[in-house]
């Protein structure tokens, strides 16, 4: 087994391998930032849907001015909701152009953006006291008054143009512009983040589980069990990974929950391949038959003996499993058999947004584009400098 002495050694020399720990600081970044994405989005509604036609395909780097219209209703909704969710609030902000917010009588008069801009109004209660039933005005106030008879006063000189679009206009800053529907596309890389890493986890967690199990029973055990674990192996071997992933998504129902499931359940092969031969290697080790002579069990030698020398070979599988994962992910939301709409996922944005890409708009295709390629070769690069850190052979030759 190998100690801590010996972990640090892998430690340096993973960190000489300058693409590999970019990645590893790559992949992290990612992530910090699929735990913390409705805190740091532009639009931190749930799956960053909201929807402003009036800012559809604008270029990046636009900044939008919105009128917010704040909730009549209290929504109490704790940091941890907020991140799993987003934002719940039921606010509704309209788009504006900021200089023609103004005052028309008892109402707030404002241009939206567009060709010809529209007008808009509405009434001064909606602003300042939602749950107003009544507004009364007389020379100097605005008195708005409840069913239940509470009154609140607002006096007029206060309410100036400057005051008004400080007070009510909220702005957001479309990084990387906005789709054909006027959602922020920033925003939703950011939340295309915790999709993708999301399934890869659990479907590498599922490929683990399957792969670990079937392997040690055909490494250790031999013979009958053995051959009917390759016989397993090599069936779903034969069969093409995306057909397989299709068959499984058709019998158990589209959705998230069914995608990391499918994909999972055609990567345990790799795993079982692997930790197969492995255990076959490490079940002839003297130390392995020493345990057996000292009547050990089945199951203590290989928790105890077998598996934590499987440690360095199943952490570079997983990387490469977790590469394809997003991969085949990215691929069936791009066909429509993946995450749905409007849950934001890197190959749904690429299907809905691919034809701009010689449109005129290419960064709207190229933005999901890039942000898988930079998952999958940063995972794919994580994997290569696990496999030469953990190397015996590598290692042995610098010394």
Request: charged content about 15%; proline content about 5%; aromatic content about 10%.
């Amino acid at each position: 087994m190998t100690d801590s002495t010996e972990i640090r050694k892998i430690w340096r020399r993973f960190c000489k391998n300058i693409p590999a720990l970019a990645s590893l600081i790559i992949i992290s970044l990612a992530f910090f930032v699929s735990v913390l994405a409705y805190l740091i989005a532009p639009d931190n509604t749930p799956d960053a849907n909201a929807q402003y036609p009036e800012y559809a395909l604008c270029p990046p780097g636009t900044k939008g001015n919105f009128l917010v219209f704040p909730s009549d209703t209290l929504v109490r909704q704790r940091i941890f909701d907020k991140m799993a969710h987003g934002n719940k609030e039921n606010r509704r902000l309209v788009p504006v152009l900021p200089e023609t917010v103004s005052l028309c009588g008892d109402s707030v008069c404002w241009l939206s953006p567009g060709s010809p801009a529209m007008k808009g109004s509405t009434h001064l209660a909606a602003f300042f006291f939602p749950g107003a039933d009544s507004i009364s005005v007389s020379s100097d106030f605005y008195h708005f008054i409840t069913h239940t008879g509470a009154r609140m006063a607002v006096n007029k000189e206060d309410l100036s143009s400057k005051f008004l679009s400080e007070k009510l206009i909220e702005s957001r800053l479309f990084l990387l512009g906005a789709d054909k529907y006027g959602r922020c596309i920033y925003s939703r890389i950011l939340l295309g983040f915790r999709v993708s890493l999301f399934v890869g986890l659990l479907a590498v967690f599922v490929s683990l589980t399957v792969g670990l199990i079937l392997g040690l029973a055909g490494g250790y055990f031999g013979g009958r069990t053995d051959d009917l674990v390759m016989l397993m192996v090599n069936t779903v071997w034969s069969v093409p990974t995306l057909l397989l992933v299709f068959a499984v998504v058709l019998a158990l129902g589209r959705g998230i929950s069914v995608i990391f499931l499918a994909v999972g359940l055609t990567m345990w092969v790799d795993v079982a391949r692997i930790v197969r031969g492995q255990t076959i290697a490490i079940r002839a080790q003297p130390f392995v038959e020493a345990a057996r002579s000292m009547g050990a069990g089945h199951v203590r030698i290989i928790l105890y003996h077998i598996l934590p020398n499987l440690v360095g070979p199943v952490m570079v599988v997983s990387a490469g499993n977790f590469a394809t994962s997003i991969l085949v992910e990215s691929g069936l939301s791009y066909l429509g058999f993946g995450v749905q709409p409007p849950a934001p996922s890197w190959g749904g944005m690429l299907s809905e947004n691919y034809g701009y890409a010689i449109g005129g708009k290419p960064l709207l295709a190229l933005a999901p584009a890039l942000a898988i390629a930079i998952a999958v070769l940063a995972f794919n690069l994580l994997g290569n400098g696990l496999r030469d850190a953990l190397d015996v052979k590598i290692r042995n030759s610098n010394h």
